[in-house]
């Protein structure tokens, strides 16, 4: 069965629909009066009373839906498609909060649509959880569906890897005709998806050598090949176990790339820049954004662009607007301080903000909150697979430590067997005081990085936007 | 610190393979506390097709890992490392093995379609697959740990696999919170002469540094005879444990 079809034709709106709309309407406005984010509840209210709605409102959009999923990237990637295809003029519904559940697209799309139910949106763009891929192929007119790559995340949560590559591989198999992927070449697991699928697949990639290394640090999602068992040989790794690989026994290798960036620049601290050869040409792109990491995530953006029709200057055009979006790594300044905030929730990613503390000339001064709620992953164990051990050999360059959340001790110990001395750690489980405390400690100009899980995040961000108005109260 | 005392060799199998969630955790414990006691650990990562005299190590690690990966390895102890293996065990090497690398050494692990994968069998136990997913937090009490009274173990858990126990066994300890061994007879684990299987990982060894210690006492008596080990200042490691306990009781299943 194939997905939904795309139509263009304004369907006429059965009155259980149209109610399931105002009520979904009135519970966003209801939760915003009681001050609460409330992206999902009227999803599910809405869906309760209708649950084909998001059916009746997919068809509506003349240009399909573009899905993106994967483990890393997601966000951040949807944010910059978003904005390429606003530069091209078209008029996105989005469900940009991160409600990457089927509840919270439900709930983007209606909040997208007016009071007589019509989708005010050419397009749709889709960021959804790895799980809940085969549902949202069910429900929507996928044109487009982006795999990012795959790493190990909330293993408590989908049991393990091969699961979750095989939930968003049974989705793709579901896609309709009209449907085509795109995908990353340099991770094995997401190119093998575009194998065993029958449908058109364009492939991105890396291919700037400057930047690969011949040994990987640590993760290993994917050493041994999917067609035979054997370990893959690496020619370079560029992130993790993204590189590019060939099996010596079955041959199977990274495929031929389609959307390449043969060469990434980093302009400064924080800004890349891409070249990018394409079927539509070679072009430049560039955005405000740090890291290799985000190199695929800019290239990922701008092959999804390509696959919209979207013409190469209108992409640079969007990409050019991207700056971080919050919690990854957006310095906020709190009375002279510079903060900068980086969420955490796998080894590859978290290796990565390593990396980048790490380059920076300051002395480490350091707030990880770690939390194992329900939305963090509730197994921990994943903080031994980061290498400390690499942030520990900063030595005297560490000024301090702050370890805090629901496992801040969990978090200590993992310091302390990293091989940094215990003196420069200190234990603060309560979040708020955990902040306060460092930055008592940091002094005007230096800078606090703030490393929290999903759930510290958001406590983060409260404790942290209470000091950008109120006046500080670690004077007090 | 560079010590000074005997050498310790520990040999971690297939990190390449079983290495789910923060296995390495324990082998990064080991390796640390054997530094901090003066001892000089040496690590061996030996994975697929090699063959070493399991005897010579004083510590084997092997930890979880997924299907695909442990299927690989029930062969390769089939093949190649199962008989060194075994004797080695029966030789009273250390051998520390989480989730995974637990079912592999007993009879046999019985697939939802009642195929039968078989262990190496050096221990007394059998796994059969289990409809529900075992997760969560863990403690569990024991009185195998040398020391005045019976300790807790913390960890975390996530299996669908549910193991039995043969007759003349013991598990390594009886559950407070949690599944343990199949979430129907209240134990958790086994311990087999030098031998220690968990479901327990978190990473297991370094918020229980009482097992830890466990193991290197063991390891250096079975080659030197005797096992002093000077305290060592473990209030990070002893706060990290009391704060899972309570973590584990706030979330109890
Ligand atoms: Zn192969």
Same mark, same amino acid.
């Given at each position: 069965m194939?997905?939904?079809?795309?139509?263009?034709?304004?369907?006429?709106?059965?009155?259980?629909?149209?109610?399931?709309?105002?009520?979904?309407?009135?519970?966003?406005?209801?939760?915003?009066?009681?001050?609460?984010?409330?992206?999902?509840?009227?999803?599910?209210?809405? %869906?309760?009373?209708?649950?084909?709605?998001?059916?009746?409102?997919?068809?509506?959009?003349?240009?399909g839906v573009i899905l993106v999923t994967g483990t890393n990237g997601k966000t951040t990637t949807a944010r910059m498609i978003a904005a390429v295809l606003g530069a091209?003029?078209?008029?996105?519904?989005?469900?940009?909060?991160?409600?990457?559940?089927?509840?919270?697209?439900?709930?983007?799309?209606?909040?997208?649509?007016?009071?007589?139910?019509?989708?005010?949106?050419?397009?749709?763009?889709?960021?959804?959880?790895?799980?809940?891929?085969?549902?949202?192929?069910?429900?929507?007119?996928?044109r487009v569906m982006l795999v990012t790559n795959f790493f190990r995340d909330q293993l408590d949560r989908f049991g393990e890897l091969a699961h979750t590559v095989e939930l968003v591989r049974s989705g793709a198999a579901r896609?309709?005709?009209?449907?085509?992927?795109?995908?990353?070449?340099?991770?094995?697991?997401?190119?093998?998806?575009?194998?065993?699928?029958?449908?058109?697949?364009?492939?991105?990639?890396?291919?700037?050598?400057?930047?690969?290394?011949?040994?990987?640090a640590q993760s290993r999602e994917a050493k041994h090949c999917l067609g035979c068992g054997e370990p893959y040989e690496y020619s370079r790794y560029f992130y993790a176990h993204l590189g590019h690989y060939r099996c010596?026994?079955?041959?199977?290798?990274?495929?031929?790339?389609?959307?390449?960036?043969?060469?990434?620049?980093?302009?400064?601290?924080?800004?890349?820049?891409?070249?990018?050869r394409?079927?539509?040409?070679?072009?430049?792109?560039?955005?405000?954004?740090?890291?290799?990491?985000?190199?695929?995530?800019?290239?990922?953006?701008?092959?999804?662009?390509?696959?919209?029709?979207?013409?190469?200057?209108?992409?640079?055009?969007?990409?050019?607007?991207?700056?971080?979006?919050?919690?990854?790594?957006?310095?906020?300044?709190?009375?002279?301080?510079?903060?900068?905030?980086?969420?955490?929730?796998?080894?590859?990613?978290?290796?990565e903000v390593v990396r980048t503390i790490l380059g920076d000339p300051d002395p480490i001064r350091l707030v990880i909150a770690i939390n194992d709620n329900d939305a963090d992953g509730k197994d921990i164990s994943w903080l031994w697979d980061v290498d400390f051990e690499r942030l520990a050999a900063a030595g005297d360059g560490i000024d301090f430590i702050v370890t805090s959340g629901t496992r801040a001790e969990d978090m200590a110990v993992r310091l302390k067997y990293g091989g940094v001395e215990t003196n420069k750690i200190t234990v603060e489980d309560d979040l708020t005081a955990g902040l306060a405390r460092a930055l008592r400690e940091t002094a005007?100009?230096?800078?606090?990085?703030?490393?929290?899980?999903?759930?510290a995040m958001l406590e983060v961000r409260r404790v942290v936007a209470h000091l950008g108005h109120a006046r500080p109260f670690w004077q007090a | 610190m560079i010590g000074i005392g005997p050498e310790i060799k520990i040999c971690h199998l297939y990190p390449d393979l079983m290495n789910l969630y923060g296995d390495r955790g324990n082998v990064i414990a080991l390796k640390r506390r054997a530094e901090?006691?003066?001892?000089?650990?040496?690590?061996?990562?030996?994975?697929?097709?090699?063959?070493?005299?399991f005897r010579l190590y004083d510590v084997i690690f092997i930890g979880g890992g997924q299907d695909r990966e442990q299927q690989l390895i029930c062969l390769d102890f089939q093949k190649v490392k199962g008989s060194s293996l075994a004797e080695a065990v029966e030789d009273g090497v250390v051998l520390l093995a989480i989730c995974g690398g637990y079912q592999l050494l007993g009879r046999y692990y019985q697939t939802g379609d009642g195929e039968q994968l078989p262990g190496i069998g050096v221990?007394?136990?059998?796994?059969?697959?289990?409809?529900?997913?075992?997760?969560?937090?863990?403690?569990?009490?024991?009185?195998?740990?040398?020391?005045?009274?019976?300790?807790?173990?913390?960890?975390?858990?996530?299996?669908?696999?549910?193991?039995?126990?043969?007759?003349?066994?013991?598990?390594?300890?009886?559950?407070?919170?949690?599944?343990?061994?199949?979430?129907?007879?209240?134990?958790?684990?086994?311990?087999?002469?030098?031998?220690?299987?968990?479901?327990?990982?978190?990473?297991?060894?370094?918020?229980?540094?009482?097992?830890?210690?466990?193991?290197? %006492?063991?390891?250096?008596?079975?080659?030197?005879?005797?096992?002093?080990?000077?305290?060592?200042?473990?209030?990070?490691?002893?706060?990290?444990?009391?704060?899972?306990?309570? %973590?584990?009781?706030?979330?109890?299943?």
């Open positions: 194939g997905g939904a079809p795309p139509g263009g034709e304004p369907p006429s709106m059965g009155l259980r629909k149209l109610l399931a709309i105002w009520i979904a309407k009135l519970a966003v406005r209801v939760s915003r009066v009681f001050g609460r984010g409330g992206s999902t509840f009227p999803g599910t209210l809405a %869906r309760r009373v209708a649950p084909g709605i998001l059916l009746t409102l997919g068809v509506q959009l003349p240009r091209a003029g078209l008029r996105v519904v989005h469900n940009r909060s991160g409600a990457n559940l089927i509840t919270g697209v439900t709930a983007a799309f209606i909040a997208g649509t007016d009071w007589r139910g019509r989708l005010r949106a050419d397009i749709g763009l889709v960021e959804c959880d790895e799980a809940t891929v085969p549902r949202a192929v069910g429900e929507l007119p996928v896609l309709g005709p009209d449907a085509g992927l795109l995908l990353n070449a340099d991770d094995p697991l997401v190119a093998g998806i575009g194998r065993s699928v029958s449908l058109p697949a364009t492939y991105y990639g890396l291919e700037d050598g400057r930047h690969g290394v011949r040994e990987m010596p026994k079955c041959g199977q290798e990274r495929p031929q790339v389609d959307v390449a960036a043969t060469r990434v620049d980093f302009v400064d601290a924080r800004g890349l820049e891409l070249a990018v394409s079927p539509r040409g070679a072009f430049t792109v560039r955005a405000a954004l740090p890291g290799l990491y985000n190199a695929y995530n800019v290239l990922a953006a701008t092959a999804a662009g390509l696959a919209a029709a979207v013409e190469p200057e209108a992409i640079a055009a969007g990409l050019a607007q991207v700056t971080s979006s919050f919690g990854r790594m957006e310095p906020i300044s709190i009375s002279g301080r510079r903060i900068l905030i980086a969420l955490v929730k796998n080894p590859a990613g978290f290796n005007s100009g230096q800078t606090l990085y703030i490393l929290p899980t999903y759930t | 901090w006691y003066g001892l000089r650990p040496v690590v061996d990562e030996v994975s697929l097709e090699a063959k070493p005299d221990v007394d136990v059998w796994t059969v697959a289990g409809k529900k997913r075992l997760i969560g937090n863990v403690v569990i009490e024991t009185d195998v740990i040398e020391g005045p009274g019976p300790r807790t173990v913390v960890g975390f858990e996530n299996h669908s696999g549910k193991t039995y126990l043969g007759g003349g066994l013991r598990p390594f300890g009886r559950v407070i919170n949690g599944y343990g061994n199949n979430g129907e007879d209240g134990g958790e684990g086994v311990l087999y002469r030098n031998t220690l299987g968990t479901y327990l990982h978190g990473s297991l060894l370094p918020k229980n540094p009482d097992v830890t210690d466990f193991l290197l %006492r063991r390891a250096l008596v079975r080659r030197h005879g005797v096992a002093e080990l000077r305290p060592l200042d473990d209030t990070v490691e002893r706060r990290a444990h009391e704060a899972a306990i309570r %973590r584990a009781r706030s979330k109890a299943h």
